[in-house]
């Protein structure tokens, strides 16, 4: 018989299951879930549940009494070992053979002893001893050394936590800037690594609970901004016991197939994490036109602030209905919504660089966030204003984040864009930029944890929405994959929109230097880069290109409207 433990993972705190630490356990219900129907009525009475009906082996009732009979026995043990009270939660798994269960923990080696003690009652099952197996296990949890407390940390100054699929690394970066500006320094915290007052002091992906953590153990830092990201919350859970701001910018496929989460739905379950732990006094900032965004109102306790960039979206009307407040855009400026009061009108979207004079719909929306949340901390609407005018979209502010450079009479725009919707944000700018009759080029490329369906779509965005395109390989993110299989999943996307025999370059260096040497004057070229930031703008500067300012930035995007509507 397969053995019943699979996994078990210490959460260091906040989760998708508990608002605190808890030990997660996936089990193999195999051996219950064909168990004869004598056996498992024998495990139903031992553990306390006398009026089972366990359902035939293999049938879907019996994997509904194999998750309440594992939750009993969770309690059982702990309640023979010493433990009265103890929440339990369990969830189907990927593979329908197995669960998971969960439960909060007080002492780490105690914790984790149950869990071993479960999977140990699980694979004695065929023995006729299950009752002794029941007993020795409960006493094996009860002699355990209890071991070291959570190490989850209650802040002890304001925390900005930012969460969604797109925009929340510049939402971040949006709002560290603008705390900076009010002169407060500032720790931040993404997978990029750990900033202190706009230095990088260390590099990695620090968007789980251990990046929160050396943020808040700086000694000088007045404000912390975490990025938090689903595999931080799955794996880890978050560091922190609450937030007093929240923010959750959107929630679309990406990472879907990972650690238990195959739809959308269940990945907004992950992100909404983020926000139940913000404090009952604090804000949570939220999407309005994300429909599941908007839904985590239900399992939030503090005050909502929600941002859209349509004036007549419901969301803003239910919102202002119940108290709350919201940021949108009226006539062209970025503009704050109170009850009961006449709209607050901070500044123009064509004076906010990362907008792109408004071009840009999803850096409209980062900014409305950013806005809403340094508001929301306490920061004045004067600093938030200048933070908002301030902040580029250049490798010095927002690095890999829509980064535009003009090398010679040729555009380059350089984003991160790994998912579909990130794809089609990128196309938006190139075609904003694209002077009337140019060209727009695209290095396409992606990681390889991503599902099959959304490799092919991006081929067929990519190919579908540019003038050329080619594949561009990240070698340190194959994650188990090989070129050739994501060289074939692009392809195959590509050629479901007629575009066939797309070459694949072996770095995002040499993608790029092939689509400049190809590119005409006023051609646009944009760069999914995810592997080689720094070695990309170090073959730009070797060409002789410059990062483009927000007045050039300005001028591109009047030239291309312009030309736009004289063709028309």
């Given amino acids: 018989m397969t053995p019943a433990l699979v996994e078990l993972r210490v959460l260091e ?22 168990a004869s129907d004598e056996v498992a009525l024998r495990f139903a009475r031992r553990i306390g549940l006398q009026n089972a009906r366990p359902g035939s082996p293999g049938s879907v009732f019996r994997q509904r009494f194999a998750a309440r009979a594992v939750a009993r026995l969770v309690r059982a043990i702990a309640v023979e070992s010493g433990t009265s009270r103890l929440a339990v939660r369990v969830r189907p ?18 914790g984790q002893a149950l869990g071993r003690a479960v999977a140990e009652v699980l694979d004695a099952l065929p023995s006729p001893d299950l009752d002794q197996a029941v007993s020795a296990a409960a006493e094996s949890v009860a002699s355990s050394e209890p071991g070291e407390p959570p190490r989850t940390i209650t802040p002890k100054i304001p925390v900005v936590a930012v969460t969604g699929t797109n925009g929340k690394t510049t939402t971040s970066r949006m709002i560290a800037h603008i705390g900076r500006t009010d002169g407060r320094l500032v720790g931040w915290s993404n997978t990029d690594g750990i900033y202190v007052d706009g230095v990088m002091v260390e590099a990695g992906d620090y968007s789980g609970p251990s990046g929160a953590g050396r943020v808040l153990s700086h000694p000088e830092v007045e404000l912390a901004v975490t990025e938090t990201a689903r ?24 990472h879907l197939g990972l650690q238990g989460i195959d739809t959308v739905d269940q990945l907004a379950e992950v992100k909404s994490v983020v926000p139940r732990i913000t404090r009952k006094d604090g804000w949570a900032v939220l999407n309005g036109d994300d429909p599941r965004v908007l839904a985590m109102r239900s399992v ?11 004036s007549d979206s419901p969301s803003l009307r239910e919102v202002l209905n119940d108290g709350g407040r919201a940021t949108t855009v009226l006539d062209g400026w970025i503009s704050v919504l109170r009850p009961n009061a006449d709209p607050d009108p901070l500044v123009e979207l064509v004076d906010v660089p990362m907008t792109l004079s408004g071009l840009s719909r999803f850096n409209i929306e980062n900014a409305l966030a950013a806005a809403s949340a340094s508001l929301a901390v306490g920061i004045s609407r004067e600093v938030v204003i200048e933070g908002l005018r301030s902040f580029r979209p250049d490798p010095e502010h927002n690095p890999g984040r829509m980064n535009t450079f003009s090398l010679g009479e040729v555009t380059v725009v350089v ?12 196309i ?21 944890d991503r599902q099959d369906d959304l490799l092919d779509k991006l081929g067929e965005i990519g190919a579908r929405d540019s003038d050329e395109v080619v594949i561009v390989h990240k070698q340190r993110y194959l994650r188990g994959r090989t070129t050739e299989e994501l060289e074939a999943l692009l392809r195959e996307g590509a ?31 944009g760069l999914m880069c995810h592997d080689d930031r720094q070695g990309v703008y170090d073959w730009i500067a070797a060409q002789g290109g410059t990062s483009d300012d927000p007045d050039v930035l300005r001028e591109k995007v009047r030239r291309a409207m312009s030309g736009g509507a004289a063709a028309g």
């Fill in 428 to 448: 938006e700018i190139l075609n904003g930029v694209r002077r009337p009759g140019a060209r727009v080029l695209l290095g396409l490329g992606a990681v390889g």
């Fill in 415 to 426: 984003d991160l864009a790994h998912n579909e919707a990130g794809l089609e944000a990128l």
């Fill in 495 to 525: 050629a479901r929109v007629g575009v066939t025999g797309v070459p694949a370059y072996p770095s995002e260096v040499e993608g790029l230097a092939a689509l400049v040497a190809r590119a005409q004057p006023g051609d646009v070229v």
């Fill in 13 to 34: 705190g906040p989760n998708l299951y508990f608002p605190r630490a808890a030990i997660k356990v996936t089990l193999d219900i195999s051996g219950l879930s064909e």
């Fill in 300 to 310: 939030i306790k503090a005050n909502i602030w929600v941002f859209s960039r349509d």
């Fill in 231 to 254: 595999g931080g919350i799955l794996l880890k859970g978050i560091g922190l016991t609450r937030n007093d701001v929240s923010v959750v910018t959107n929630v679309t496929a990406d």
């Fill in 93 to 110: 798994a990927n593979d329908w053979q197995a669960l998971v269960v969960a439960f909060p923990w007080r002492h780490r080696e105690r």
